[in-house]
């Protein structure tokens, strides 16, 4: 008996001083219970307050007094440095538990040092150098008290009319799970407590990308299988990569909007996959499920959202309002407010904002040297070669006297940064015609026209003043494409050709005689196939940022052998779409025989299967394609066993041989493809790669090995299974099959 009082008199002295030793706030905590034992500490209201983000443009005291009160749990934008720290130094030394508030912002492909946007970035299937540019932006970033970046965009893009197809890693969920999870790497580095990381944040959580018709915010009707097996990888890869957040998309997903979806958000991405991080929903969307007509009214959008699991809502306050009596009735559990609020704590002690509540970056980057150097990397990198007649490029510094330079967009800095550059300044851009006078003006007479006054110009205003020029010149560098405001975010368009006069220009150009290289800028695929026969070279630099400039002149001079490869399939014309690579093989698959139809003419058709009668059923451009100055020979591929089981790994390996005069970067491609299965099975499926350096003349064995774990897909009955059969094993420059070597294994 004496021994029972004894034990429960320390047992009730322990928890006094636990009660009043505040574990939470002691950093050397496990996180765990500081999270519960902050929770116990929290009163309903303030629970509430931290699924509350708002979005600030301009300080103000009634957002003080709201952050004081404990009512606000994020902020994105949120002003200046200054303004962060004085939301903060309110947060932790005002509010009555003194919970530190985290800032986000749109720090979608760099900060200060703008980098190439992502469409371009996944265009260097270089993830140790993607990787690098998002470790730059979390540092300049976080210099700034950012602690969060609404990135990487993962949503599987397929459609370029869609305006985000910019912000995308293209239309591949293994290059895309890759992609993403460099910049996730790269953003939160090996500690999130760390001054120079930031928590990211996968987006926009699931199948944003599939919006019918490319129109931005559409419906996606997406199958359980196509969810699985393509649109959920890159998010899987992100979770598994230990993504620290992710943002819950605007779509109606199958009849039931993102936001509100239990199905993707409850029993995928917490049963299956079992995440404890945060889910911030997009901007304004748990209201929005009022117009999708999925909800009635704000009271049943916050339920809806708050028990699919959208842990933060972002700038509307439908959890503010109504969870308080959601919860009074039972419609929501206050067991299920804890867990999404521990969500958000765990995020917060993770980036150690509880003991370093301002997690501000002492060391001063932004827009070194260095960094710069990794802009230019990546833009250089990013740039693809589509064509080069007569190895027009590399130019020939010693064959040239005069130069023009023409286009709308060789001298246009904002552009150049393309969409989702928030803080970006087109004073730091150096644009081509910029990087091409510095390099080269003392040994070139340089013309420029800019012919146009922007992209969609639809007047000739300048033409007499850039063929003049392009008359008395050697060469014409033309620099077209798409101004900055055609891409992103709703900038949706049905047509996606050169906008304005630009084929025109060309046309005119074309008919001086002048060999007349392309260089398109653009947040997309564009079709402008009518006008590809009228220069030598075309170059897709994308919206290559700040160092795109350097990047374009030492690719247009032959510094460095363009390597970059497409990570989106480019269609001949708008009509074609949606058309990707991986795509299924159908009952009657077009052939060869059938290709050759001129746009416009259509025949009468030559047998019966799944082609155009007025273009190519091919794409302009395929998914992995892209030229160097070089030439690359695949050879000896070679399988380690024809019959593989189960738990073999099979080893894979091809020679490279440059049999070109140029040293250049090569991607090698490795696809497989399911010749048959319980479901019917996508052509192609990238399954690995690895980029080469080879100098002229160098050969290189390159090995790949694949296990049962990339044979796998979601079945009928959505088992992840390998299932046995015959498959195909392919290697080469591209996933068009005239640049791949092919074997067949048996999987037993
Ligand atoms: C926007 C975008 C999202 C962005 C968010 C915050 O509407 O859909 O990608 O991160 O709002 O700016």
Redesign the pocket.
């Known amino acids: 008996m004496f021994n029972f009082i004894r034990l429960s008199a320390l047992f009730f002295f322990l928890n006094i001083s636990l009660f009043f030793a505040q574990i939470y706030k002691n950093p050397s905590e496990n996180i765990e219970k500081r999270i519960s034992d902050l929770l116990n500490r929290m009163t309903l209201q303030e629970k509430i307050g931290q699924m509350q983000q708002y979005n600030l443009w301009e300080m103000n005291d009634k957002v003080l007094e709201e952050v004081a009160d404990g009512k606000v749990g994020s902020f994105?934008n949120a002003g200046s440095k200054e303004d962060k720290i004085k939301l903060q130094t309110v947060a932790v030394s005002k509010s009555r538990l003194g919970i530190p508030l985290i800032f986000g912002r749109?720090v979608i492909h760099g900060y200060k040092t703008v980098l190439p946007i992502p469409l371009g970035q996944a265009s260097t299937w270089n993830p140790d150098l993607i990787k690098k540019g998002a470790e730059v932006a979390a540092a300049e970033a976080s210099e700034d008290g950012i602690h969060w970046t609404?990135a990487p965009?993962i949503d599987i893009s397929r459609d370029p009319r869609w305006g985000r197809i910019a912000?995308s890693c293209g239309e591949d969920p293994f290059l895309a799970s890759v992609m993403g999870s460099a910049m996730i790497h790269g953003f939160q580095g090996e500690n999130l407590a760390a001054p120079n990381t930031i928590a990211a944040c996968a987006?926009?959580y699931v199948g944003y990308g599939a919006a019918e018709g490319g129109r931005d915010y559409n419906t996606t009707l997406i199958p359980e299988g196509e969810l699985r097996n393509i649109y959920l990888k890159p998010f899987q890869a992100a979770v598994k990569t230990g993504v620290a957040t992710l943002?819950s998309a605007?779509n109606d997903l199958n009849g039931v909007p993102a936001t509100g979806n239990n199905f993707t958000l409850k029993k995928i991405l917490r049963k299956e996959w079992l995440y404890d991080g945060f889910v911030v929903s997009?901007?304004g969307a748990v209201s929005e499920m009022i117009n999708h007509g999925f909800a009635k009214d704000g009271e049943e959008a916050a339920v809806k959202a708050v028990n699919a699991g959208v842990n933060m809502e972002?700038v509307t306050e439908n959890y503010k309002t109504h969870l308080t009596q959601l919860i009074n009735s039972g419609k929501v559990k206050v067991e299920w407010i804890d867990t999404l609020v521990a969500g958000i704590l765990r995020v917060k002690f993770k980036l150690g904002l509880f003991d370093n509540p301002f997690g501000i970056n002492p060391s001063k980057t932004t827009l070194t040297n260095t960094n710069k150097k990794i802009a230019k990397e990546i833009a250089t990198e990013s740039i693809v070669l589509l064509q080069n007649r007569n190895s027009t490029l590399p130019l020939n510094i010693d064959k040239i006297n005069n130069l023009a330079i023409v286009g709308p967009l060789a001298d246009a800095p904002a552009d150049q940064l393309g969409t989702w550059s928030l803080d970006g300044n087109p004073a730091n851009v150096i644009t081509p015609l910029k990087a091409i006078k510095k390099e080269f003006g003392h040994k070139l007479k340089i013309y420029y026209s800019k012919a146009m006054e922007t992209p969609r110009s639809n007047d000739r205003k300048y033409f007499n003043d850039a063929l003049e020029i392009a008359g008395k010149s050697d060469c014409v560098l033309l620099f077209l494409g798409e101004d900055a405001m055609l891409s992103g975010?709703t900038h949706c368009r049905a047509f996606l050709n050169l906008p304005g006069k630009q084929e025109e220009l060309i046309d005119e150009l074309s008919k001086l005689g002048k060999p007349l290289i392309l260089i398109i800028l653009a947040g997309r695929p564009l079709t402008f196939g009518n006008v590809a026969n009228k220069v030598n070279s075309i170059l897709y630099a994308w919206h290559p940022g700040i160092m795109g400039g350097e990047a374009i002149s030492d690719i247009l001079f032959g510094k460095v052998s363009p390597s970059g490869k497409l990570p989106v399939t480019f269609p001949r014309t708008v009509g074609q779409i949606p058309i990707y690579y991986n795509h299924k093989n159908t009952g009657r698959p077009p052939s060869p025989n059938q290709l050759g139809r001129t746009l416009g003419t259509p025949e009468n058709p030559d047998g019966y299967a799944s082609y155009y009668l007025d273009v190519d059923y091919t794409p302009a451009y395929p998914f992995g394609y892209g030229l160097t100055y070089s030439s690359l020979k695949y050879s000896n591929l070679s399988l380690s066993d024809k019959t593989i089981k189960l738990d073999d790994t099979l080893q894979v390996s091809v020679s490279v041989t440059n049999t070109g005069n140029f040293r250049t970067k090569e991607i090698v491609e490795l696809y497989i493809r399911d010749l048959y299965g319980s479901i019917t099975r996508p052509v192609k499926e990238l399954k690995g790669f690895k980029k080469i350096d080879l100098a002229p003349g160098e050969s290189r064995k390159v090995k790949f090995s694949l296990s049962a774990e990339d044979f796998k897909f979601y079945d009928i009955n959505m088992n992840y299974i390998a299932e046995p059969g015959e498959f195909e094993i392919f290697v080469g420059g591209s996933s068009n099959d005239k640049d791949l070597l092919k074997e067949k294994i048996i999987l037993k």
């Open positions: 994105l749109d609404f965009m912000e987006k926009h943002m605007f997009d901007w972002m975010e």
